[in-house]
């Protein structure tokens, strides 16, 4: 009975053996597995450090620009670059805008002008026609009505009175440079200062301002 027993508590013995080896293994196991969640852990942790430290340099660099004075020199000078672009684009747009602005002014000048010019013609037309008139009649009567040239004369000095010219008169006004042109002098004892005494042609105004002189002889003490 002795014999028996012992090799079943050898056997026992070696089962026991067996079995904790494998314990063994799985402590190992479990330890390698909190190993590597700890560096799982560590790597996050140092992955969400590494984008607040990149944050912070960032904002070290730009207060580092804010303050260098190099840095602000080049900014303004950016600044100033982008304003003279500006006021280039400005000045340029400027000279085109005046340009179109004269060529548009002459041409309503000219415009203007000739409205004028054409105005004044065809006011003058029926002088022409009134002296076209005169010479037919003298050619059927053979003598000129005195008449005729003087109603000629009245209505082209119409005409001009609706322009605002007008004649002035000169004779026995004292000389005055301003309307009068002094062709000769003649000696007078009627007249203490130089006076008009006779009229070659006469003076017209256009809304009180000289538009042609007279020319005059003028009186000269003896």
């Given at each position: ?40 852990e ?17 904002t ?21 670059e ?16 005046f ?124």
């Amino acid at each position: 009975m002795k014999k028996d027993e012992t090799p079943k508590d050898n056997r026992d013995h070696e089962i026991l053996e067996d079995e904790n080896p494998r314990d063994v293994n799985k402590g190992k196991t479990k330890s390698k597995g909190k190993g590597k969640q700890k560096t799982s852990e560590e790597k996050s942790q140092t992955k969400k450090e590494e984008p607040k430290q990149s944050e912070a340099e960032e904002t070290e660099q730009a207060k580092e620009k804010e303050t260098d004075p190099l840095q602000i020199l080049m900014d303004q000078l950016s600044q100033t670059e982008e304003q003279k672009k500006d006021l280039e684009d400005k000045f340029i747009r400027l000279v085109a805008e005046f340009d179109n602005y004269k060529k548009r002014m002459s041409r309503d000048f000219d415009r203007q002008s000739e409205m004028v010019r054409d105005k004044i013609i065809l006011s003058l037309l029926p002088v022409m026609d009134d002296l076209d008139r005169l010479l037919q009649h003298e050619g059927e009567n053979g003598n000129v009505s005195l008449e005729g040239i003087k109603l000629i004369r009245n209505n082209f000095e119409r005409i001009l009175n609706n322009y605002g010219v007008k004649a002035f008169e000169s004779v026995g006004q004292p000389f005055d440079p301003e309307k009068h042109d002094a062709m000769m002098t003649r000696k007078s004892e009627e007249h203490d200062v130089p006076t008009v005494i006779e009229e070659f042609e006469k003076g017209y105004e256009i809304n009180d301002k000289v538009l042609r002189h007279a020319r005059v002889v003028v009186s000269a003490a003896e």
